[in-house]
């Protein structure tokens, strides 16, 4: 074996407290968000049920993720035998609309045709009426969980899209966003009065109301007919600013359908929350509502008031890279210096999308792809950062370094509500706001002998 | 919608049909299985050695949906609870990463300086044709501490597959070094986790009737504690479906007996104490386990009789990981005045369900390796208070307005031990009689229907009067 160093360069080999999922992982929260829809995995059992115990921690909802249950001499002779029960079995227990099957490394390596697979199970079997069973390509060893979920999207978008004559409805694709999240970009588009398509939408699937029914699909998600329709939209917003724009469910539509694609960052600051807004006017010709003005106002109005506890602090932000570039934007806009923007993602795009997001602090950002936990924590206490912004995986770092973590995104695993958090628009960075705030104020709190009531 | 075609046989209902339950098979394509694989099994046993690095070879998401997953607490370093992964990409998977699993080893051990390593092989290293185990030699070689590989591949089997393959790496500790200052009075701890530190309440307890407890081979472990683990006179083994494999190879190879134990509840947690010391056929260990034994209930006895009484009568169902697990719980339950009207397992064999049939009522529902569907439509049938299983299982009880115990590795609290029972009890009440529930709408709308029924007739006779028994009809799908 050649000498590790050079096949190292000085970087570690090791991936210690991964700063990132599987791919796989985003594929099934996709699906999720779609009505009627089940995922499946092509691939060992264990894979569906650590997703789903994953997951589930984090939603606290029910979430089934079917198998195809590989087993020794799936993995010899091929799967086709294991999806046909699979897909019959799912079938026959929740008679799904939809069926996204998303490949797993071990079916990827040894070769799996799924596409023609799905093709010839649907030649064969005898069944009347068929769901919809999509093919999505997610190898962990390709990408992250990020990977997967814009895979799933555009797998769906692919074979579920038709031209038709155009009409007034507006395509949205948030990306991995929060199910507060939906419903708040939901009740603006409500506003605008227009039709839209937002894919994915689990929302209520993944956040939903206590149940007086059983249901074995939670209600809710994207309906298909809406998808269906996604090829005469006059326009489709996307979210995410290092997609590779080619690759994404809004290029392939702009691609076949000639639907325009607008991809912009995640609307999180006043300036990605305007820029978000001024999209919207763009498509519909309409202005921004009243009620999202004085939204607008009242965030600035916040911003003042909480200039001085945060001025100049340091702040590492890690996650998915749109999510921290949207925070690195307006982390700028209130005077936090993001030092480190850092992501297990490897895009090629994260730096270029903190310049487009924080410009005026774009050079004092150190921005770091393909990270890890451990390098994080070295990086954290290097950088004598005052504050974590990430998911809950960070919370180590917090408690050794004892400075504070404000929890966003995906996983929160420790705290209560993770699938409540708002993250976007004027209205959840002004709950982003006051939580940053408030936890730069409790540390000082706690660390100040006087042990002040007003602060 | 019916119970799938090919699982029939995997569920039974205690007195409504012939018994021949099917089990110890691969879980059934597209069922939703709550199991997980191969992998999960090693990880599980291997999880608690706090003083070795364990390198999970393969993409990132073993190791990523791993990481500090169980609450095995260590007394001392905390290795077990970093995810190491050598996160393979696609030239790697082109190309083969042995080259990269060894400096990934190297470069671990150099950081850390482990007692030891355990590399476990995830489901594409088989297909790749990594020589794992050559490279553990090397690097064993190299840094002069063991370097073990587990093949772990996920799709190699169930569960148990890798309860066997952990067990095979932990045996290959074992034997290398001379034992002496053993007490004739030794045992070794094994399917013990330590979650929450209970194995530090159940070493206590052996350790104050005189025994002296040479290893916990599952529990706050150090390798050096499992390498001396042959000396011990006898192996005590929990979760039997984990460890057994490993207390067969310590009798084949040492001589050393072992027994099968439950620390879950009073009458199970009693006869652990005592079947050893029968083992041991000491007077003094024996009068000093009635001694602890009963200053330990004398204690929370009181306690548990308060909860007795506002537990009686309610309806529990229980799913967990291994079928050994399920006998404790059942009894625990009885004690607390509840009745088990479901129980099923991931892992059980025909054996464990055979015991379990006998120590259930009739009309309970036995089943194995289900799935969210079938748990649901049990927790309607049977009418459920509370349900008893892991985080997967949860979300399926608070959908329907049922109460909850997290009897999993996240627990937080002891649930083993005499204070683990009073625990366990508390965790049950706080559950099943929060004011909550009053606001669920499926639980008024099947109150209601509860009511409507005895209007009529014994609102349970429905369900067991059916001739065809359970009537695997979901009623509302």
């Known amino acids: ?455 | 919608m019916a119970i799938l075609e090919q699982r029939q046989k995997q569920v039974y209902t205690k007195g409504q049909s012939v018994f021949e339950m099917e089990c110890n098979k691969p879980s059934l394509a597209g069922s939703v299985s709550q199991r997980a694989c191969v992998f999960c099994g090693s990880r599980v046993v291997l999880y608690p050695i706090a003083d070795a690095v364990h390198l999970v070879h393969g993409p990132i998401g073993c190791a990523a949906y791993t990481w500090d997953i169980r609450g095995a607490l260590s007394s001392g370093p905390e290795l077990h609870r970093l995810s190491f992964s050598t996160d393979l990409q696609e030239l790697d998977v082109i190309n083969g990463g042995e080259q990269k699993l060894y400096c990934a080893l190297s470069e671990l051990i150099d950081r850390y300086h482990p007692n030891a390593a355990f590399v476990y092989s995830t489901c594409i290293i088989g297909v790749i044709g990594d020589d794992v185990a050559a490279v553990c030699k090397k690097v064993s070689l190299e840094k002069g501490i063991p370097v073990l590989p587990v093949d772990s591949e996920g799709f190699k089997g169930t569960k148990k597959d890798g309860y066997r393959a952990a067990c095979s790496a932990l045996f290959k500790l074992t034997g290398q070094i001379p034992v002496d200052n053993m007490s004739q009075y030794s045992m070794n701890i094994m399917g013990e986790f330590n979650i929450a530190g209970e194995t530090w309440l159940i070493r206590s307890y052996y350790e104050n009737m005189g025994i002296q407890v040479v290893s916990c081979l599952t529990g706050d472990t150090r390798i050096d504690d499992i390498q001396r683990s042959h000396g011990a006179a006898l192996n005590v083994v929990q979760c039997s479906g984990s460890m057994v494999y490993l207390a067969k190879m310590f009798e084949e190879h040492y001589g050393t007996p072992y027994l099968r134990v439950a620390y879950f509840g009073i009458e199970d947690m009693s006869e652990a104490l005592y079947s050893v010391a029968k083992f041991f056929k000491d007077p003094e260990i024996m009068r000093r386990a009635r001694e602890l034994v009963r200053e330990e209930v004398e204690v929370i006895y009181p306690k548990l009789l308060e909860y007795q009484q506002k537990l009686t009568g309610k309806r529990a169902a229980v799913y967990v990981g291994g079928a050994f697990k399920a006998f404790a719980l059942v009894r625990a339950l009885r004690l607390l005045g509840m009745k088990v009207v479901m129980v099923g397992s991931q892992t059980g064999n025909k054996d464990d369900y055979q015991q379990l049939r006998n120590i259930c009522d009739e009309g309970t529902i036995i089943v194995d390796d289900s799935n969210p569907l079938e748990l649901s439509a049990f927790l309607r049938e049977q009418e459920v208070d509370l349900f008893i299983g892991g985080v997967k299982e949860r979300p399926l009880a608070y959908k329907l307005g049922i109460g909850f115990c997290d009897h999993n590795h996240e627990r937080k609290k002891p649930l083993a031990g005499f204070a683990g029972m009073l625990n366990f009890a508390a965790e049950i009440y706080s559950s099943v009689h929060s004011p909550v529930w009053r606001l669920s709408p499926y639980r008024q709308k099947s109150n209601q229907d509860a009511a409507d029924k005895t209007d009529f007739q014994d609102s349970k006779a429905c369900v067991f009067d059916s001739p065809t028994g359970f009537s695997r009809v979901y009623k509302n799908a």
């Open chain 1, 1 to 455: 074996m050649a000498n590790c160093d050079e096949a190292l360069k000085n970087a570690s080999v090791v991936t210690t407290n991964a700063c990132k999922l599987c791919t796989p992982l985003g594929a099934c929260i996709a699906i999720r968000g779609i009505e009627g829809a089940m995922p499946m995995l092509h691939g060992s059992q264990g894979c569906a049920t650590y997703m789903r115990r994953y997951v589930i921690s984090h939603f606290r909802e029910p979430i089934d993720i079917a198998s195809s249950n590989f087993t020794e001499n799936t993995t010899i002779f091929g799967g086709k035998g294991n999806l046909a029960t699979g897909l019959n079995n799912v079938i026959a227990q929740y008679n799904p609309d939809l069926i996204g099957v998303a490949t797993t490394c071990l079916s990827e390596t040894i070769g799996e045709d799924l596409p023609s697979l799905i093709k010839q199970y649907q030649t064969e079997t005898e069944a009347q009426k068929q769901p919809f069973i999509i093919p999505i390509s997610t190898p962990s060893y390709r990408g992250t969980h990020i990977n997967g979920f814009q895979t799933a999207v555009r797998a769906v978008v692919a074979g579920l899209a038709k031209e038709d004559l155009p009409q007034k409805q507006l395509n949205i694709l948030p990306g991995l966003v929060s199910p507060a999240d939906i419903y708040y970009i939901k009740e603006i588009l409500a506003e605008y009065g227009l039709k839209y398509a937002l894919l994915p939408d689990y929302s209520e699937t993944l956040d939903g109301p206590t149940w007086d029914e059983y249901q074995s699909i939670p209600a809710g998600g994207t309906p298909i007919a809406a998808i269906q329709s996604m090829g005469s939209a006059v326009g489709t917003l996307e979210f995410g600013r290092t997609l590779d724009s080619g690759q994404t469910a809004g290029g392939l539509l702009q691609e076949r359908f000639k639907v325009p694609n607008y991809l912009l960052g995640m609307p999180i600051g006043v300036r990605g929350t305007d820029q978000f807004f001024e999209v919207l006017k763009t498509i519909t010709r309409q202005d921004m509502p009243n009620k999202y003005r004085y939204e607008r106002g009242r965030l600035i109005d916040a911003y003042i008031d909480g200039h001085k506890y945060v001025f100049e602090k340091k702040a590492v932000v890690y996650g998915e890279e749109d999510l921290v570039a949207g925070l690195a934007g307006f982390l700028a806009e209130v005077g936090i210096i993001p030092v480190l923007c850092a992501s297990g993602g490897k895009s090629g795009r994260l730096s270029q999308a903190i310049r487009e997001a924080a410009p005026e602090i774009a050079d004092q950002v150190m921005v770091q792809e393909g990270i890890d936990f451990m390098e994080i924590a070295e990086e954290t206490e290097r950088l004598g950062a005052d504050l974590l912004i990430g998911n809950s995986k960070g919370y180590q770092i917090a408690r050794s370094l004892k400075i504070p973590l404000i929890r966003v995104g995906f996983p929160i695993h420790d705290r209560f509500g993770g699938q409540r958090l708002l993250h976007l628009g004027y209205r959840g960075t002004g709950e982003l706001f006051d939580r940053i705030v408030n936890a730069i104020l409790a540390h000082r709190q706690e660390a100040s002998p006087v042990g002040y009531s007003y602060l």
